[in-house]
């Protein structure tokens, strides 16, 4: 999501939302979030999967480094024991591969998902081996700027809205979808907010 997004995105949060209101004052506008959209993001999610980001840069590097093109066809190009020596596990390649033959055999087409609906997209890259929802969601909102996804499964927007809440512990997806259900259509900015917040608001 760009800064007018977001810009738009907070003011009518505010006029939502008191307490969110009052925390935009206190810690102000997250930084824009932007992800190219296509298979080159899509590559960088695989390698990037439970590991830190100073490691999965540096296996990114590697494995583009190996690539003749950030494409199937480069990464059908590349050897699996050439891409286990950039540092990915035999499960990232398993996935890599299943991508790229999505992609060559048409069932999936990350140049198209942004003609789709919200939930159809979420179907789309779910339906590929090795992608969650919430991997989805993220998809969604930074490679397509969607501004309606709000991952209830993630662990800090939880813990961030228990807090701007003042919840005694935090919510289950289904009760932190409840409690955002006004943010709409603006839930994507609000689970930015959130995020920000998570980093500076006090552990009460």
Do not use: C
């Not at 800090?156 to 512990?169: C, D, N, P, S, W």
């Amino acid at each position: 999501m760009n800064a007018a997004q977001i810009s738009r995105g907070l003011k009518a949060l505010a006029r939502k939302d008191a307490d969110l209101k009052q925390a935009i004052k206190v810690f102000g506008a997250p930084a824009p979030r932007i992800r190219p959209p296509g298979f080159e993001t899509f590559l960088g999610t695989i390698v990037s999967q439970q590991i830190s980001p100073a490691a999965a840069s540096a296996i990114l590097g590697r494995v583009k480094t190996l690539l003749p093109s950030l494409s199937p066809a480069g990464l059908d190009a590349v050897s699996d024991d050439a891409l286990r020596g950039a540092g990915l596990s035999y499960r990232k390649i398993e996935y890599l591969r299943g991508l790229a033959k999505a992609e060559q055999a048409g069932s999936f087409q990350s140049n198209r998902l942004d003609t789709l609906s919200d939930d159809e997209a979420i179907a789309q890259i779910t339906a590929l081996k090795g992608f969650g929802v919430w991997t989805a969601e993220i998809y969604l909102m930074f490679s397509l700027g969607r501004e309606d996804i709000f991952p209830a499964n993630d662990l800090a927007l939880q813990v961030a809205l228990a807090r701007l809440k003042g919840l005694e512990t935090k919510p289950t997806p289904k009760q932190a979808r409840a409690l955002t259900a006004h943010w709409q259509p603006w839930r994507s900015v609000g689970s930015l907010f959130l995020w920000h917040y998570y980093q500076g608001a006090p552990v009460s």
